[in-house]
Nanobody
Framework: QVQLVESGGGLVQAGGSLILSCVASGSTFGYNMGWFRQVPGKEGEFVAGITWSGDRIYYADSVKGRFTISRDNAKNTVYPQINSLKPEDTAVYCC??????????????WGQGTQVTVSS
């Protein structure tokens, strides 16, 4: 089984940056990793996805050019960097891992999320 723990969220002023992390316990060898965000009462939104080797990376149009995702497989960790944060980026950010997924919700494992709040 895989467990995912996110961290790095917090309160930041618009225009600022954050680096989130997702540390996995258990083997994620060959797994894709993805990030989603959700506001209470609204449908979750895909943010970014990355393959095991990092040869394919996908970003949602809403964050493309501002978000950068990378992974360190030796540390079993994924690092999304969010630049030029906007108030509309405020959400709970969750990481996911699985054989499938990438740009959709078909992941096997999900973290509990970390809150990102962007003030004007």
């Amino acid at each position: 089984q895989v467990q995912l723990v996110e961290s790095g969220g917090g309160l930041v002023q618009a225009g600022g940056s954050l680096i989130l992390s997702c540390v996995a316990s258990g083997s994620t060898f060959g797994y894709n990793m993805g990030w989603f965000r959700q506001v209470p009462g609204k449908e979750g939104e895909f943010v970014a996805g990355i393959t095991w080797s990092g040869d394919r990376i996908y970003y949602a149009d809403s964050v493309k050019g501002r978000f950068t995702i990378s992974r360190d497989n030796a540390k079993n960790t994924v690092y999304p960097q969010i630049n030029s944060l906007k108030p509309e980026d405020t959400a709970v950010y969750c990481c996911a891992s699985g054989i499938y997924g990438l740009t959709n919700g078909k992941y096997d494992y999900w973290g509990q999320g970390t809150q990102v709040t962007v003030s004007s």
